[in-house]
């Protein structure tokens, strides 16, 4: 069985973000951390928008709504069908990612890099 935890965080930014109608020194994030036995956690999350407040209590519903299924194993094939396109989805997709890696793959960023050459 897998360990679920879904929760809210605010991290600092580095320089404040600032448009012309205001300014942000944080960014607010979504994370989504699963576990299990002798297994490192993997972590997915999904930063929100200014409206953050209300859109991040709706995230935070959608992943819960789902965390039966993810603590008894879902796949992200079957996320797919459990939850709409969105933050709550790309969050759970990002952590199930991580999960489904096995300790001996290579680097994630390897496995995205469409040529065969260093980085420079």
């Known amino acids: 069985m897998r360990s679920v935890k ?3 965080e605010a991290w600092p930014l580095h320089t404040p973000f600032v448009i012309a109608r205001g300014s942000r020194t944080e960014a607010h994030v979504v994370v989504v951390e699963l576990g299990g036995r002798g297994r490192k956690r993997r972590r997915g999350m ?3 928008s200014t409206l953050w407040r209300k ?3 709706g995230v935070l519903a959608q992943i819960m709504s789902i965390a039966p299924q993810l603590e008894q194993g879902l796949t992200r094939e079957a996320l797919q069908k459990l939850l709409p396109a969105g933050a709550a989805r790309n969050a759970v997709d990002c952590a199930l990612w991580g999960s489904e890696r096995s300790p001996a793959a290579s680097k994630r960023w390897r496995s995205l890099w469409p040529l065969n050459c260093p980085l420079r």
């Open 55 to 57: 859109r991040c209590l």
């Open 6 to 8: 879904v929760y809210e």
């Open 46 to 48: 999904y930063a929100l």
